[in-house]
């Protein structure tokens, strides 16, 4: 389990965090949300050890991040957005795979091939002969196949073609086990808004949502009317009629739409943490 207890973090003199707590359960596809510049990657980094918390602590299984042992960081693997390919001249993915195994005993090499065929990415290819979106295929294949029980995706459809993308959740989904914790950070939610669950919301230096998809539901709805409600914590005009965000007063059940409740949490932010606090 991931653990992060009254956390604080900053830049110099701006505060990114301030005591912050999180918990990341086994068996989840969290996602991970906020505007632009509101920690998502230093939390990231915070996490795999990269960046020392200034109060509070940050422990995967129970050790210090900031320490990064050996036994956690072969647990652990990190794919940020700007992600650097080896810059080998003759390096292709399979030649880059096989030179890290050492490091993650659990790193299966047919996995990582049959990912590569699924992603269709040709292993052996060099990285410099490929497009962005084929280094970045091959780079979430290399990432899932070394099977670390705690995998952190940095805005992983950014790049990536609509049957990459297609490609991408198919990969994801078969991915997940009770063992495994996967956290997504992105803004692309409608490439991945099927598998997130729990749905984190980040703001600066506070946890504005931390909550599954089901007690999303218990608490507000979701609904296409043919106009806003004038009770409506956020409503948007779409094709066909209009999305409104109600709080649940009668139990009724509705899907999640994670960009209308992003807008919605963001716009009514003390709102919402009380509704989520009953």
């Known amino acids: 389990m991931i653990q992060i207890n009254n956390l604080d973090f900053g830049y110099h003199k701006t505060p990114v965090f301030q005591n912050i707590s999180l918990k990341f359960q086994p068996g989840n596809i969290y996602g991970l949300l906020g505007e632009n510049g509101v920690g998502k990657t230093t939390l990231f980094k915070l996490i795999c050890g990269l960046l020392k918390p200034q109060q509070g602590t940050c422990t995967i299984d129970d050790l210090n991040s900031f320490e990064r042992q050996p036994q956690m960081l072969q647990d ?22 096989n030179s890290i195994l050492p490091f ?36 979430i294949a290399i990432s899932m196949a070394l099977n670390t029980r705690y995998l952190l995706l940095d805005e992983p459809t950014n ?46 230096d506070a946890v504005l949502l931390n909550a599954t998809t089901q007690r999303i539901t218990e608490k507000l709805t979701f609904s296409y009317d043919s106009s806003a409600k004038l009770e409506a914590l956020f409503s948007e005009q779409r094709p066909g009629g209009c999305l409104n965000v109600c709080i ?26 009380s509704l989520f606090n009953e």
């Open 104 to 139: 993650y005993p659990k790193a299966d090499v047919n996995n990582f091939l049959s990912l590569m065929v699924e992603l269709e990415v040709d292993p052996n290819r060099n990285f410099r002969e490929m497009s962005f979106g084929q280094q970045k295929k091959s780079m």
């Open 159 to 204: 790049g990536l073609d609509i049957p990459s993308k297609s490609g991408f959740r198919s990969i994801l989904s078969k991915r997940i086990n009770e063992d495994t914790t996967i956290i997504i950070s992105t803004h692309q939610v409608k490439d991945v808004e099927n598998l997130i669950d729990p749905i984190i919301i980040l703001t600066q």
């Open 76 to 97: 652990v693997c990190l794919l940020t957005d700007e992600f650097e390919v080896p810059s080998a001249r003759k390096m292709s993915p399979a030649k880059y795979f």
């Open 248 to 273: 649940n007063t009668d139990g009724s059940e509705s899907e999640v739409d994670i960009e209308a409740l992003f807008n919605t949490v963001l716009r009514n932010s003390s709102k919402i943490k």
